[in-house]
């Protein structure tokens, strides 16, 4: 029997467990205590206004910033000391959600250092198939400074999935990508799913976020609001729900 | 006038960055740096009456010895070595003339272009704003420290060194002008011939300097005379000679207004041609000449950073343009001490400036993606410095290397200006280092165009680098006996001091790196600053 939260009453077994995460930047707190779990197979979906702390979430599951409280585990890594932060670092790949590029480096760099990183040098030629499969393939060798923003969160998602053994962690993925990259995105996150990856996807596009996530946890002002099935967000009257429950409790 | 025009959009945007300034407490530092600026010029320009204070007024029997050498100095440079020196700081003047805008000239506007985008305004402020960034760059300042310096100790005999030193800052007004005037002819040959006329100017520079060291080796370190003329005339600027001091002052300010003129007819012809674009990338030659061709695979995050420098040209231009600066004054000035301690400081400090100090926005938002690699973390301070050692080193080499083919010089000379070097290199990269993790600068480097750090950022930093560098290069220089002018700084204990001492420093540097290194792996406030500062933007 699964382990909940009695706040939310969220089960909390998975690759990825939130338990009472709070992060704060100068005494301004981002996140406030929220909790939530990704099993493997499982695609989570974080939606928000501005400013919800979606991507402070992220950041913290990625382990570059450290909660000021709570817990996060990743593949049973506690990330509250280095050692297990590299240690989760190992299986998961993370796409931030600006640029997340260094500019003065190529694709083939990228790919080149994170698998020199990862120890996984073998698998170079995945890393080719997944850029061209994400319509990259002629700018391998072109710095990513001279990118559009669509062209390097095309890249960022790659490197995310090359990265990723057990988690795979996109903010803003889709964010300024063209309908063909947002497919070739959507089927990414579809096949990571099928690997038995833990996906968490954040994004405003709440359209896209519910055809490709299993279910969605709703953020306003760092705390959690509602986590649903992303088969109740679906459509109009899903979007109508959506604004429902921002403006409902924005409003409270 | 289209440079007068400008001047008015300039005044508004410099006025909204300074309204935009956030938190307010800002504004007093930059004042603050502002009048700390002033105060150095000015503290510069007494420097000739500060030592003839000190070498006419009697001292105790423990300090004759030093008045007397201070005496020695000022005679020996007065008679022998004025001209040499104004000889080799206009070669300096004008080499920063003619190779900045070749070789690194950006044209960055006061806000970057993007976010003027929506505001109605003509391209008129990019030909003042130009102007006003050559005033307040780094390399400007240290011109005018370096001219007032000069005029100073030259017109150490007169009672008016007043119109000297003025004649000086009037000097470094036609230099700024001037080599503003030089960028926008070269963009302007640049956008109407091609990138190649570039390199033809490069290519004819050169073979014109060449040309005159064979022909005449020994009246190049003069500028054939030219430096001679330089002191003579600041030296006779004086109240009795009126004519011939508004003859100068006036000569200056047409030189000015004429230059003013010109650069606004040139900068309008170029503004209204379109930006060349490079037809191939450049890095690629350049990556492949280094033998570093992308088919290579990355072995680790130094590779992948040494790659950076050699493909961005805001970090390898300068060091470029520093290393030929090194080159040309070690070899034209004939190895003299003051040249070599000059470029143990300078090397360290132009790296730093381009790389380590604001390392964090060359890698912008990279740094999120970077950290969130496995060992990443723990890797990349150490690859940051290793890159940089590397730097210094190779550019070392190749000073030393020509020093030998062109003099032979003494060993000790070598000694002195390897341990100097190896000394400043551990000084600055801690300091600059240190200061990218504990206090990193809000200003994203992107791939074209603009400078690793903005004029007023460097300005400040180099100014705190120069001081660090100039008292390390003076306690290893005057530890190993090195001749300064006419002054033999005695060898306390020869070059095991200058080793004992080099230890030590490395010790200290070592111990402070490891300190940061262990702060910026545990610290959950450094590395959430960094993400905040420049990876989330």
């Given at each position: 029997m699964s382990e909940k939260n009695e706040l939310n009453n969220i089960p909390l077994d998975g690759l990825i467990k939130v338990e009472d995460l709070t992060v704060s930047f100068n005494g301004f707190v981002a996140v406030n205590s929220i909790n939530f779990s990704v099993a493997p197979g499982e695609v989570v979906g974080i939606l928000g206004s501005n400013g919800a702390g979606k991507s402070t979430t992220m950041k913290a599951l990625a382990g570059i910033i450290r909660p000021e409280s709570g817990k996060i585990t990743v593949d049973s890594h506690i990330l509250t000391n280095l050692r297990e932060e590299e240690k989760a670092k190992r299986v998961l790949g993370y796409c931030p959600d600006v640029?997340?590029?260094?500019?003065?480096?190529?694709?083939?760099?990228?790919?080149?250092?994170?698998?020199?990183?990862?120890?996984?040098?073998?698998?170079?030629?995945?890393?080719?198939?997944?850029?061209?499969?994400?319509?990259?393939?002629?700018?391998?060798?072109?710095?990513?400074?001279?990118?559009?923003?669509?062209?390097?969160?095309?890249?960022?998602?790659?490197?995310?999935?090359?990265?990723?053994?057990?988690?795979?962690?996109?903010?803003?993925?889709?964010?300024?990508?063209?309908?063909?990259?947002?497919?070739?995105?959507?089927?990414?996150?579809?096949?990571?799913?099928?690997?038995?990856?833990?996906?968490?996807?954040?994004?405003?596009?709440?359209?896209?976020?519910?055809?490709?996530?299993?279910?969605?946890?709703?953020?306003r002002k760092g705390t959690i609001l509602q986590e649903l099935p992303s088969s109740e967000l679906l459509g109009k009257e899903g979007e109508a729900r959506y604004k429902e429950i921002l403006t409902t409790v924005a409003g409270e | 006038?289209?440079?007068?025009?400008?001047?008015?959009?300039?005044?508004?945007?410099?006025?909204?960055?300074?309204?935009?300034?956030?938190?307010?407490?800002?504004?007093?530092?930059?004042?603050?740096?502002?009048?700390?600026?002033?105060?150095?010029?000015?503290?510069?320009?007494?420097?000739?009456?500060?030592?003839?204070?000190?070498?006419?007024?009697?001292?105790?029997?423990?300090?004759?010895?030093?008045?007397?050498?201070?005496?020695?100095?000022?005679?020996?440079?007065?008679?022998?070595?004025?001209?040499?020196?104004?000889?080799?700081?206009?070669?300096?003047?004008?080499?920063?003339?003619?190779?900045?805008?070749?070789?690194?000239?950006?044209?960055?506007?006061?806000?970057?272009?993007?976010?003027?985008?929506?505001?109605?305004?003509?391209?008129?402020?990019?030909?003042?704003?130009?102007?006003?960034?050559?005033?307040?760059?780094?390399?400007?300042?240290?011109?005018?420290l370096t001219l007032t310096g000069l005029n100073s100790l030259l017109t150490i005999g007169s009672d008016t060194p007043g119109l000297g030193i003025f004649a000086g800052w009037a000097l470094w007004t036609v230099v700024v002008f001037a080599t503003?005037?030089?960028?926008?002819?070269?963009?302007?040959?640049?956008?109407?011939?091609?990138?190649?006329?570039?390199?033809?100017?490069?290519?004819?520079?050169?073979?014109?300097?060449?040309?005159?060291?064979?022909?005449?080796?020994?009246?190049?370190?003069?500028?054939?005379?030219?430096?001679?003329?330089?002191?003579?005339?600041?030296?006779?600027?004086?109240?009795?000679?009126?004519?011939?001091?508004?003859?100068?002052?006036?000569?200056?300010?047409?030189?000015?207004?004429?230059?003013?003129?010109?650069?606004?007819?040139?900068?309008?012809?170029?503004?209204?041609?379109?930006?060349?674009?490079?037809?191939?990338?450049?890095?690629?030659?350049?990556?492949?000449?280094?033998?570093?061709?992308?088919?290579?695979?990355?072995?680790?995050?130094?590779?992948?950073?040494?790659?950076?420098?050699?493909?961005?040209?805001?970090?390898?231009?300068?060091?470029?343009?520093?290393?030929?600066?090194?080159?040309?004054?070690?070899?034209?000035?004939?190895?003299?001490?003051?040249?070599?301690?000059?470029?143990?400081?300078?090397?360290?400090?132009?790296?730093?400036?381009?790389?380590?100090?604001?390392?964090?926005?060359?890698?912008?938002?990279?740094?999120?993606w970077l950290v969130s690699l496995p060992d990443a973390r723990k890797k990349l301070l150490g690859s940051i410095v290793t890159v940089q050692y590397i730097i210094i080193a190779m550019i070392s080499v190749v000073v030393i290397a020509l020093l030998f083919a062109f003099y032979q010089p003494e060993i000790d000379i070598y000694v002195n200006f390897l341990l100097a070097t190896t000394a400043c290199s551990v000084v600055i990269t801690q300091f600059a280092i240190d200061k990218a993790v504990k206090n990193p600068y809000r200003y994203r480097v992107h791939i074209r165009g603009e400078s690793v750090l903005p004029p007023n950022k460097a300005f400040s930093y180099m100014a705190k680098l120069f001081v660090i560098g100039f008292i390390i290069a003076g306690i290893m220089y005057g530890l190993g006996g090195a001749q300064w002018s006419a002054f033999d700084l005695p060898s306390v204990t020869g070059q095991i001091a200058q080793v004992i001492v080099l230890l030590i420093i490395i010790a200290i540097a070592r111990f402070r790196f490891v300190s940061l290194r262990r702060k910026w792996l545990t610290d959950t406030k450094i590395l959430q600053n960094i993400v905040k500062t420049v990876g989330s933007s």
């Open positions: 640029g997340g590029l260094v500019v003065g480096a190529t694709p083939r760099e990228h790919i080149q250092l994170l698998l020199s990183l990862h120890k996984r040098e073998g698998d170079y030629d995945l890393g080719l198939y997944l850029v061209e499969k994400i319509g990259l393939s002629e700018f391998l060798d072109t710095p990513v400074g001279g990118f559009s923003h669509g062209m390097s969160r095309r890249l960022s998602v790659v490197l995310a999935t090359l990265a990723s053994e057990k988690v795979l962690i996109l903010d803003e993925p889709f964010d300024g990508v063209d309908p063909i990259g947002v497919d070739s995105i959507e089927k990414i996150i579809q096949e990571a799913k099928a690997s038995g990856l833990a996906v968490v996807v954040c994004t405003h596009l709440q359209s896209i976020l519910t055809r490709v996530t299993d279910k969605v946890v709703i953020m | 006038m289209n440079l007068l025009h400008g001047m008015s959009d300039s005044l508004d945007i410099l006025s909204f960055k300074w309204r935009s300034i956030r938190p307010k407490s800002q504004r007093f530092w930059i004042v603050a740096a502002i009048l700390f600026a002033l105060g150095v010029i000015l503290g510069t320009a007494y420097f000739g009456s500060a030592f003839r204070t000190l070498v006419s007024t009697p001292m105790g029997e423990g300090s004759e010895s030093l008045r007397q050498s201070l005496l020695l100095f000022i005679n020996i440079f007065l008679e022998n070595n004025a001209s040499v020196a104004s000889g080799g700081i206009l070669w300096a003047l004008l080499a920063s003339i003619l190779l900045i805008p070749l070789v690194g000239y950006s044209f960055t506007s006061i806000i970057p272009e993007g976010d003027l985008a929506s505001v109605k305004i003509t391209d008129n402020h990019k030909i003042s704003d130009s102007l006003f960034l050559q005033f307040v760059s780094s390399i400007s300042f240290v011109q005018i503003v005037l030089s960028a926008w002819f070269f963009e302007f040959l640049v956008r109407k011939f091609g990138i190649k006329s570039k390199i033809i100017a490069l290519a004819v520079i050169v073979g014109a300097v060449g040309t005159s060291y064979l022909v005449a080796p020994d009246q190049i370190a003069g500028m054939f005379g030219l430096g001679e003329a330089y002191a003579s005339l600041v030296q006779s600027l004086s109240y009795d000679n009126f004519g011939i001091v508004t003859l100068v002052i006036l000569s200056l300010f047409a030189a000015i207004v004429v230059l003013g003129f010109l650069i606004s007819i040139t900068a309008t012809k170029t503004l209204q041609m379109p930006e060349k674009t490079k037809k191939k990338d450049r890095s690629k030659i350049l990556l492949a000449r280094f033998g570093l061709a992308q088919k290579n695979k990355i072995s680790g995050i130094t590779q992948f950073l040494a790659n950076m420098i050699l493909r961005q040209s805001n970090i390898w231009k300068p060091l470029l343009l520093s290393t030929v600066f090194s080159i040309v004054m070690s070899v034209v000035f004939f190895a003299f001490y003051q040249i070599l301690f000059t470029v143990s400081t300078l090397i360290p400090i132009m790296i730093s400036l381009v790389w380590s100090i604001n390392i964090f926005g060359i890698l912008g938002s990279g740094t999120n």
